[in-house]
């Protein structure tokens, strides 16, 4: 039978080339939940990313309240705990943001965008394990990046130096969950995924997109599963 050994061990050398360093003076706070989170982490790849799939979703980085808790992609609280049934220890980076403590599933803010994509798949699949069979959920980027005053800090505005060190591992990184994981689709969650998968794969999978579901996004305000559910539907992935 099929495991996970592969997308583990390419995991591992992501987390071993990317130390937690704060990158002065636009982030003083990085995160690196593959290093204080990592037995959540390996748990949800052994559990969920053994075997090939279909169909993998590709999102831009963690959330403060989703996988920066939790070591899971998207991975707001009750999905973590209720549905994907994962618990595991949970350590905290160091240094700590005081404005952004890690307290792992007793964390008691929701991250949106996790609650919005893990809720479609709930309402769509059976289970999670029905939802695993032919899907995956992971991030481009496992790095929090934090301001001085706590907000976050997306990867496309990192300065370029530490851009271009940053990509090319994560690159490498995607490359080999890819090659472990064989999908035919490479979903990415917002452009900027779908824009990294594109240049990082080389045709090793079929590109697609659908809208992000933060909400700082208006467009994903206005009904965003059943605008992710038409998308999906579009691109022939799902059937209607």
């Not at 990082?200 to 059943?226: D, F, K, T, V, Y």
Request: charged content about 20%; glycine content about 10%.
């Amino acid at each position: 039978m099929a495991d996970a050994r592969a997308v583990i061990a390419a995991a591992q050398r992501l987390r071993d080339e990317l130390p937690p360093t704060p990158l002065p003076p636009l982030v003083s706070h990085v995160y690196n939940p593959l290093g204080y989170a990592w037995p959540m982490h390996e748990a949800y790849l052994r559990r969920y990313a053994a075997g090939r799939k279909r169909v993998v979703f590709l999102g831009m980085n963690p959330g403060p309240y989703g996988m920066a808790q939790t070591g899971v992609p998207f991975g707001e609280i009750a999905v973590v705990r209720d549905w994907l049934g994962l618990d595991a220890a949970i350590g905290r980076p160091d240094p700590e943001h005081p404005r952004r403590p890690v307290t792992g599933l007793d964390c008691a803010r929701s991250e949106v965008s996790g609650r919005r994509l893990w809720g479609l798949f709930r309402e769509r699949f059976a289970s999670a394990e029905a939802f695993a069979t032919e899907h995956f959920v992971a991030n481009y980027c496992p790095l929090v990046f934090m301001s001085a005053s706590g907000g976050n800090v997306t990867p496309d505005k990192l300065p370029p130096t530490a851009r271009k060190t940053i990509e090319a591992a994560c690159d490498r990184h995607l490359v080999a969950l890819v090659d472990a994981l064989r999908p035919e689709w490479l979903v990415g969650i917002g452009a900027f995924a779908a824009q990294r998968a594109e240049r990082a794969l080389a045709g090793r999978a079929r590109i697609g997109q659908i809208l992000h579901p933060s909400p700082a996004s208006p467009a994903a305000n206005r009904g965003w599963a059943e605008q992710a559910q038409r998308g999906m539907v579009g691109l022939g992935i799902w059937p209607a």
